[in-house]
């Protein structure tokens, strides 16, 4: 069975086929003429997830930029797809050439999170590829990974052939370039190996062996002959230079985060004492904020998207924050264009910055104090008290957010009793504030997460508390805050917590376990509705193996299993962060302190002290093609939707046709109020898995354009399926598009094998074989309708074409759907699939045309 010939169907069965068809918006795909390698990047999580990191679209557009790279993108399957790919004896696939794994060249994985850690093996098992490094032979790809759960590699370094460490940019491209050069010259697997292990940041496991450091129960890692004792990790200099992505892939079906990122620092200035980001980012590295604008309008334009982020892990620390965000609404809130900073602390939130972010839309306030008590933050060297927390809230209160997500962490180092009553009593001052200035109690999401003591931290030589103690602190904030109905309070699931902090600190002897717990069906342990622990504990009793070891007190004078991976802290800072943690003592952030002389690393970058140039504001720039006029004026577009683009939903596609929209310089008028929308009205939904040949939708515009050129435009900015027929201005007398809309008629084609089967089998359970198939439908339609008094349904079967035509009233959501009347007379279950969409009947009021009744 060929993939692309049988993928459809597979498709038809799984709950979000959307996240398989690619055929995105900005997706590339190459010719292969030219290509000398293939690499499939690949995200162990689902598509909504995945297209929302960052990383990816980085690399995506990085080594897609190379003449000799061809980079597509992979995702892991959820457990409906895998099962329909086992079942129907086909491979996982990349979503541009639909391509199976095996036959890339180098599959590169992003480590983002231990537990996604199952979903590595199912994406190789499924793709075609040993799950193991040692079974790979020279046809195989190799396997690489990188991302900041590489800063570990030990747990999963049976699995990888090679690691990354740090930042991918030109590391990437050096890697692509030298697997090539060695494969022209004839190189076997295991001296390409050898070779990338010689570029800066490369981690090659197969060339180390294991052993154990006086003093340690975990497993280190020393070279054999030649191989590099210590990985230093790969830092880029420059943000955005020489390039950033711009034309980024446009996810068509609703992403975590879906709209234009821009990364303006990388690395954190802060030194949060649990926090691996820093050691793992490090240095602080900012983009000009000229550069910042620049990409901004850029993406926008490229992509449609009506949002933008500004990111950073500590945004607020960001030296040119207020001079841009106040130019980039200049520009962007006349558009109706969003603006969201990610992680803002509360000190950073001048009154500026408040204002600008709300001129579009306003969504939730998040503050993350981590801790409940001033002195547990000093612990943690969080640059934050209960004063600052509560004058950032008053200040979300006052400018009317209504909505304020908090952030705590349990379980931290020498925290007591009254820390975790401070977090109550915290949540309590919150909720009087709100209540005094908004006067009503403002609605607060509560999150909490378990501490975990991880690599390259100065915590990460302490124990992790119990499952059981966590699980009871868990409880206390909950009953203590329990009285009051609007806090919702979200916790992380203390087991998952702990498999984390096992592979996060564990060593070399967890990658037996990982297979036996994916043998044992472990997927997507991520998601609380999927983890099961005890698959995990079943696979560490076959293994003989106590994962308490890799959550104990480590000795701080020994090796530790990561220890030859460089981050470019030292760890004699670590260990003084340590002590001063104990002690309650603070550090300044490396923005605060004389960056040059603390000592603390090795780093040849130092945080920005001399701010370049500040943004300049330009005027804004109009976006829309057409004349101005000052009404708005309403225009109907007619298109079609085929081929893979069925499987995208309703919600899927509305969003889809308003970027594209955008994408073409149609300047589409708003609603008014906090959540401004696009004036756009649609036909009534199309179900999921359904063709179209002639769909529409309305829209509003204080534009007149010229139709034609209107509907180049649209067709320009299209995902493949998605075709323009004709657009036309409606005239101003014309009733909405749904009073219009009388009906719509659906055809089914009698000679689908499905339909065929579906209907013999039905006749046979009717006890009715001998009766022809048209009389069949011919009796069964009729008496179906007759037994629907009142539901206006007529239909018309071509017994030439072998053709069944329905038409049905758009009357109401509860009237009959066309799927349930196809599955009442034939018997065919998830008979939106079979249906096609043929046209909509049209009216003006008062009237009930009907095209069947015509005929
Ligand atoms: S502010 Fe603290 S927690 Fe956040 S990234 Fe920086 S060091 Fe980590």
Known sequence: MSLKDNLEAVLERVEKPGRYIGGEWNAVRKEPAGIEARIALVFPDVYEIGMSYLGQKILYDILNRHPSLAAERVFAPWPDLEEGLRSSRLPLFSLESQLPLDRFDILGFSLLYELNYSNILTVLDLGGVSILAADRGEGSPLVLAGGPAAFNPEPVSDIFDAFLIGDGEDAFIEIAERFIALRKS?????????????????????????????????????????????????????????????????????????????????????????????????????MEPALVRRKVRRSLAATGFADVSLSALSISDYPFLEETVTALMDELSGKKISLSLSSLRPKGLSAAVAENILKVRKTGFTLVPEAGTDRLRRVINKELDNQDILEAAATAFGRGWRLLKLYFMIGLPTEKDEDLEGIVHLVEEIIRLGKSVLEAPPRINLSLSSFIPKPHTPFQWLSMEDERTLGEKQRFIRSRLSRFRSVAIKAHPTGSSVLEAVFSRGDRRLGPALVQAWKRGARFDSWKDRFDFSHWEEAFSAERMDYQTYL??????????????????????????????????????CLDSDCGRCRGCDSPLRSPKTPPPAAQRGAARPVSFGRRTDRPLRYEAFYEKRGLARFLSHRDLTNHLQRSLRRAGVEVAHSAGFHPKMLVSYAPALPLGMEAK???????????????????????????????????????????????????????????????????????????????????????????IEGHPGSQAAFRLDKNELELYLELPALSRRGLRPQDVVTAVFGLENASVRLTRERLVFGQAGDRPSLLAAD
């Open 186 to 286: 004839g190189a076997k697997r295991e001296h390409i190996l050898s070779g990338l292990a010689e570029i800066p940041g490369v981690y090659v496991p197969g060339l180390y062996e294991s052993y154990f450091p006086p003093g340690s129960a975990l497993l280190a890692r020393r070279p054999r002959s030649g191989a590099p004792a210590r990985i230093k990790k790969r830092i880029k200099a420059r943000l955005g230079r020489p390039s950033y992505p711009e034309a980024i892939v446009v996810p068509d079906i609703q992403a975590v985060f879906d709209r234009v990122t821009i990364e303006v620092a990388r690395g954190c200035p802060q030194r949060c004492r649990f926090c691996q980001a820093t050691g793992i980012y490090f240095p602080f590295r900012v």
């Open 694 to 784: 002639e769909e529409c939708f309305e829209f509003r515009s204080f534009y007149q354009f010229d139709e034609r050129a209107l509907l180049r435009r649209l067709n320009r900015s299209v995902r493949p399926g998605i075709r323009f027929l004709r657009v036309r201005q409606v005239g101003e007398i014309e009733s909405s598009l749904n009073e219009r809309i009388k009906g719509m008629v659906y055809s089914l084609d009698l000679k689908d094998a499905d339909v065929c089967a579906a209907l013999g089998a039905r006749k046979a359970t009717l006890g009715t074989p001998d009766v022809s198939d048209l009389d069949f439908i011919q009796n069964e339609m009729v008496r179906f």
């Open 552 to 589: 104990g007190l480590l000795d701080k004078g020994t090796v530790l299993p990561w220890d030859h991976i460089e981050t470019g802290i030292k760890k004699a800072f670590l260990l003084s962060e340590l002590e001063k943690a104990i002690g309650e003592e603070r550090t300044a952030s």
